[in-house]
């Protein structure tokens, strides 16, 4: 059997989770952007995911990686680790068989909402995870990576610069609620077995403020302001506050923030020295392209795409934050 990469490190891994058999097959997977090999492999019926996460850096640390993947495990929300090296930077988990779809995910059945809110509601309760950085210190690391770069037109430039600076003005003031997070809850990352969903690719989490997490499934899942409280009231177990509310909306924008930068950091990191022109479609919004998205569309394959992508959750948090509701939130939030 061939492994990934010629990697004894895999190998290792897989003789350990199969007591000392070779897998009868490997299948490399596809999906997410953290460029970690990803696989299935397979011994007499069982299945099991193997990671192989080869890159360190400030963020990607595959100490910190197991550690949150295991308690995640412990809390119910990350499928089961069977294997972990820290200094080879491979995981074997447990595969989760993907049941069926319950639909887009601008299309969501409210059952699908709570659950995603109880799998946070769990995560968020577990044990603490190993802190890293202030999100939004992140997110002007983020910031920083695609200013400095030749991507950005000068509208782009302005418009993260005045949409990160009024979100670090509103957001920072509000009091610290760290929680263990996963920092990445996107459709890529949860996997629904038919019954219940799993939240997977623990890359980027570390102990951080809760509305991370609560605003990415929010702008994925609840997109109306009925399925938004439907959401929260789930998540808390009772109606939320008005100070609650007025955080998620902010939280929402940063995320979209978070999300525009990210996609543009690894575009510009992708094809150093090209500036955004005319050949990259910008005039879908972000709910038509999580349609598409929802419907198998390869919009993040392509570069233009991922690009297309973060430029609209810019668009996004820039319209919210000129938008007469940013200041109410921002004062409703401080008050508490």
């Known amino acids: 059997m061939s492994l990934p990469y010629n990697s004894p490190a895999a190998l290792r891994a897989l003789n350990h989770v199969f007591a000392g058999a070779e ?10 952007l953290s460029g970690a090999g990803v696989f299935r492999a397979e011994h007499r019926g069982r299945s099991c995911l193997l990671r192989i996460q080869p890159t360190r850096d400030a963020i990607r640390d595959p100490a910190r990686t197991h550690a949150c993947m295991r308690i995640a495990a412990g809390a119910g929300v990350a499928p089961r680790v069977l294997f972990t090296s820290d200094e080879d930077g491979v995981s074997v988990t447990d595969f989760i068989l993907p049941g069926p779809s319950a639909g887009p995910p601008n299309e969501t059945a409210p059952g699908t909402v709570a659950q995603l809110a109880g799998l946070l509601s769990s995560l968020h309760a577990a044990p603490a995870f190993p802190p890293l950085i202030g999100y939004l210190d992140a997110l002007e690391g ?28 509103a957001y920072r003031p509000l009091p610290t609620d760290a929680v263990s ?67 998620l909306f902010l939280a ?50 392509l570069w233009e795409g991922r690009v297309a992508y973060g430029l609209a959750h810019l668009r996004q948090a820039q319209d919210a934050v000129r938008g007469p509701d940013f200041a109410i939130a921002a004062r409703r939030a401080l008050e508490g």
């Open 181 to 247: 997070s996963h920092n990445d809850v996107n459709p890529r990352n949860i996997v629904h077995d038919g019954v219940r969903p799993w939240l997977v690719d623990w890359e980027a989490a570390f102990l951080a403020d809760r509305y991370v997490d609560l605003s990415a499934v929010a702008n994925v899942f609840a997109p109306s302001p009925e399925t938004e409280t439907a959401f929260l009231t789930a998540y808390f177990g009772r109606k939320p506050t008005g100070a609650e509310t007025a955080r």
């Open 142 to 169: 983020l910031a920083d990576q695609v200013l400095s770069s030749s991507l950005p037109t000068q509208a782009v430039d302005a418009a993260i610069r005045q949409t990160l600076g009024d979100l670090s003005r």
């Open 23 to 32: 897998p009868d097959a490997i299948t490399p997977l596809t999906g997410g």
């Open 252 to 301: 929402r924008q940063i995320s979209h923030l978070f999300h525009a930068l990210a996609f543009l950091a690894g575009a510009a990191a992708e094809r150093a020295g090209r500036t955004l022109d005319a050949s990259i479609r910008n005039d879908r919004t972000l709910e038509q392209m999580h349609a598409d998205l929802g419907k198998g569309a390869p919009l993040l394959d």
